[in-house]
């Protein structure tokens, strides 16, 4: 089964930008979707950026303009640059990758972003 490991997080002032990396432990060139997932404090885990095997892109309207999801199917990694960050983006990021639509899914550990204001 394939791992996923997420770097990049950190502490950011309002205004500023991040960019996540996940590096997986295999070739997702033909994996149906690769996607961003977040949970902030007290919240539920949502999806916020899907990448699909055919290059389509998918946000959730609050990120979208701001954040940019990206596929390196050369290096197994997918990355998501943030900007225009707000505290409200103050959440565990995860990298999450689908495969096939009838398989397993499988989740990075998650990586904290903190937006002070």
């Not at 290059?55 to 998501?80: A, C």
Request: aromatic share 12%; charged share 25%.
């Amino acid at each position: 089964q394939v791992q996923l490991v997420e770097s990049g997080g950190g502490s950011v002032q309002s205004g500023g930008c991040l960019k996540l990396s996940c590096r997986a432990s295999e070739n997702i060139t033909d994996y149906s979707r690769m996607s961003w997932f977040r949970q902030p404090p007290g919240k539920p885990r949502d999806w916020i950026a899907h990448i699909y095997k055919d290059g389509r892109l998918s946000y959730k309207d609050y990120v979208k303009g701001r954040f940019t999801i990206s596929k390196d199917n050369t290096k197994n990694m997918i990355y998501l640059k943030m900007d225009s960050l707000t505290p409200e983006d103050t959440a565990t990021y995860y990298c999450h990758a689908l495969p096939d639509w009838h398989s397993d899914d499988y989740w990075g550990q998650g990586i904290q972003v903190t937006v002070a204001s």
